[in-house]
Nanobody, 126 residues
Framework: FQVVESGGGLVQPGGSLTLSCVAS????????IGWFRQAPGKEREGVSC????????IYADSVKGRFTTFRENANNTAWLSMSNLKPEDTAVYYC????????????????????WGKGTLVTVSS
């Protein structure tokens, strides 16, 4: 089982970009899909998580109102639609499959994720 993300690129501040995450291989899923990012010199940050059937969606405060995640299980694909992009959104973005685990209402990020993509670079710059 693996996931592969794509769709990164260079975009101007205020612009939009949509990333894709395609899952393949044998699975008893559907698994939740988490989106994460890592900027140069910074720790990996959880961006969003969507449960296996889309009933639970979680966003980091830093992207609420600007990013939207959705999925289509028939095509084993999830997307992260990003709008009003800012230079601080520049990072390598990863998707991962597993579970959206929360404790006391707080999403635990990478905990519960077991299959990771190799990442796609998003650069927000004029």
């Amino acid at each position: 089982f693996q996931v592969v993300e794509s769709g990164g690129g260079l975009v101007q501040p205020g612009g939009s970009l949509t990333l894709s995450c395609v899952a393949s291989g044998v699975t008893t899923g559907p698994y939740a899909i988490g989106w994460f990012r890592q900027a140069p010199g910074k720790e990996r940050e959880g961006v969003s998580c969507i449960s296996g059937y889309g009933g639970t969606i979680i966003y980091a405060d830093s992207v609420k109102g600007r990013f939207t995640t959705f999925r289509e299980n028939a095509n084993n694909t999830a997307w992260l639609s990003m709008s009003n992009l800012k230079p601080e959104d520049t990072a390598v973005y990863y998707c991962a499959a597993g579970a959206c685990i929360r404790s006391d209402g707080i999403w635990l990020g990478s905990t519960g994720m077991h299959s990771w993509g190799k990442g796609t670079l998003v650069t927000v710059s004029s």
